[in-house]
């Protein structure tokens, strides 16, 4: 039975100076990881012949980071913050984690695809993490009609918009967000 596995393979290309390409990201079904690397290999060297030094990248230590990273956030996110005078939380309730995965399952959906998100444990736990974290932010915006606006608009840019514009409007939400409640700032008058 065929396994899917997620092959990341990067190279540099030979000019006056060795210049690295991007990284190259398969998800190839095979019988096993060294069937699956050979065929990455050959996809690879057919898209970049005059690569050299091309190599597979184990990123198990990339995601280890990401994961330890995003908890500490989420740790982060359920302690009481003083600012001056007020406290406020980033605690997610249930209506803001509803919202993040509407944002974040557009964003995965238009953009990486469904097949290729959840390959591994870790992709998993990092997507759940994420739509945690945004959530603490989208809580936020929950409070007043400027922002059940934003956030309805963002909604509807990430699921009607072009492709691109999924990941635009996930990362314009969240720089919102950030400077409403840091500064203070009104966006519109209500």
Not at 48 to 65: C, E, L, W
Not at 145 to 173: D, E, P, Y
Request: proline share 2%; aromatic share 12%.
């Amino acid at each position: 039975m065929a396994k899917k596995f997620k092959i990341v393979v990067n190279g540099q290309q030979e000019e006056k100076y060795l210049e690295p390409l991007e990284l190259h990201e398969y998800h190839i079904q095979g019988n096993n990881r060294k069937e699956a690397v050979d065929q990455a290999m050959k996809i690879y060297r057919k898209a970049y012949p005059d690569a050299i030094n091309v190599k597979v990248i184990k990123n198990y230590r990339m995601n280890g980071v990401a994961i330890i990273c995003m908890l500490t956030a989420c740790f982060f996110s359920f302690i009481p913050w003083h600012n001056g005078f007020f406290v406020f939380e980033l605690k997610p309730s249930m209506i803001s984690t509803l919202l993040a995965i509407g944002l974040y399952s557009a964003v995965i959906i238009r953009l990486k695809g469904l097949h290729n998100s959840f390959c591994t444990f870790s992709d998993t736990v990092l997507s759940l993490l994420t739509i945690l974290f945004c959530s603490s932010f989208i809580n936020f915006f929950l409070n007043d009609n400027t922002g059940k606006i934003i956030l309805l608009v963002s909604l509807l840019l990430s699921w009607l918009g072009l492709k691109f514009i999924a990941g635009i409007v996930m990362n314009h939400t969240v720089l919102v967000i950030i400077l409403k409640n840091m500064y203070n700032i009104r966006i519109f008058v209500t």
